[in-house]
Antibody, heavy 126, light 107 residues
C-alpha cells in the first residue's frame, strides 16, 4: 500500500525558507489519478490546505500562501516538495503531505486526502 | 474561501452512545464533503467521502449524510477506539478547506 513520508528541518529561522520533501512509496507518483498535496496543522488555525501538484505539471495554491509558496514534483525520486518563503512564528505547525485521490460518482468527480504522511513538526524560531 | 463550521466543538459521550456531528458550509457545496478522524499523534484518516460514501475498511457504525450546506456525521454506537477529533472538509472548490474539528470525549 502507498506510504508517504515527510522529511526536512524541524527548526527554521524567521525570514528564511521552509523546505520539506515527501517521499512516496508503494505506488507510482506518476499516476494521472492523483494529485499530491501539502497540508499543515497548527493550534491557532487548525488544518490548512497549502496546495497541490499533479504530474502533468498543474499546480494549485491556496491564496493564503500563493505569494510565498512553491510546490514541485520529482518523479525520478518519487518525491514532491514544499518551499515556503519568508517564514514567521505563525508558520510553526505540523506539516503533512497527502495523496489527493479522485473518483467518479454518478458522473461527478470527488476527491479526498488519503493517505497522509505521519507529519513533521516545524518550528520557526531564532 | 468556503468556510466550514462544525458543531459542537466537543461532545462527551459514553461507549454505546449515538453521536452526531454537524458541519455547515458558508455556501452550497453539493455533496463535496469529506469526514476525517484524527487520534493524538496521528495524521487524519478519511472516514466518509462525497458526503455519504464509506471509505473501505471503515466500520459501518460511521455514516454521513447531507447536501448543499448542511452535513452530518453519525457514529451509531460509540466504541472506545472512536474517541478522537473529527473534521469535515469541502472538496467543492479550491482552496480546499476544513472545519475546526469536533472532539469526542469520554463521559
Amino acid at each position: 500500500q502507498v506510504q508517504l513520508q515527510e522529511s526536512g528541518p524541524g527548526l527554521v529561522e524567521p525570514s528564511q525558507t521552509l523546505s520539506l520533501t515527501c517521499t512516496v512509496s508503494g505506488d507510482s507518483i506518476n499516476s494521472n489519478a492523483y494529485w499530491w498535496s501539502w497540508i499543515r496543522q497548527s493550534a491557532g488555525k487548525g488544518l490548512e490546505w497549502i496546495g497541490r501538484v499533479h504530474i502533468a505539471g498543474t499546480i494549485n495554491y491556496s491564496p493564503s500562501f500563493e505569494s510565498r509558496v512553491t510546490i514541485s514534483v520529482d518523479t525520478s525520486k518519487s518525491q514532491f516538495s514544499l518551499k515556503l518563503n519568508s517564514v514567521t512564528a505563525a508558520d510553526t505547525a505540523t506539516y503533512y503531505c497527502a495523496r489527493d485521490r479522485f473518483t467518479m460518482l454518478r458522473g461527478l468527480i470527488h476527491n479526498w486526502f488519503d493517505p497522509w504522511g505521519q507529519g513533521t513538526r516545524v518550528t520557526v524560531s531564532s | 474561501d468556503i468556510q466550514m463550521t462544525q458543531s459542537p466543538s466537543s461532545v462527551s459521550a459514553s461507549v454505546g452512545d449515538r453521536v452526531t456531528i454537524t458541519c455547515r458550509a458558508s455556501q452550497t457545496i453539493s455533496n463535496y464533503l469529506n469526514w476525517y478522524q484524527q487520534k493524538p499523534g496521528n495524521a487524519p484518516k478519511v472516514l466518509i467521502y462525497a458526503a455519504s460514501s464509506l471509505e473501505s475498511g471503515v466500520p459501518s457504525r460511521f455514516s454521513g449524510s447531507g447536501s448543499g450546506t448542511d452535513f452530518t456525521l453519525t457514529i451509531s454506537r460509540l466504541q472506545p477506539e472512536d474517541f478522537a477529533i473529527y473534521y469535515c472538509q469541502q472538496s467543492y472548490t479550491a482552496p480546499l478547506t476544513f472545519g475546526g474539528g469536533t472532539k469526542v470525549e469520554i463521559k
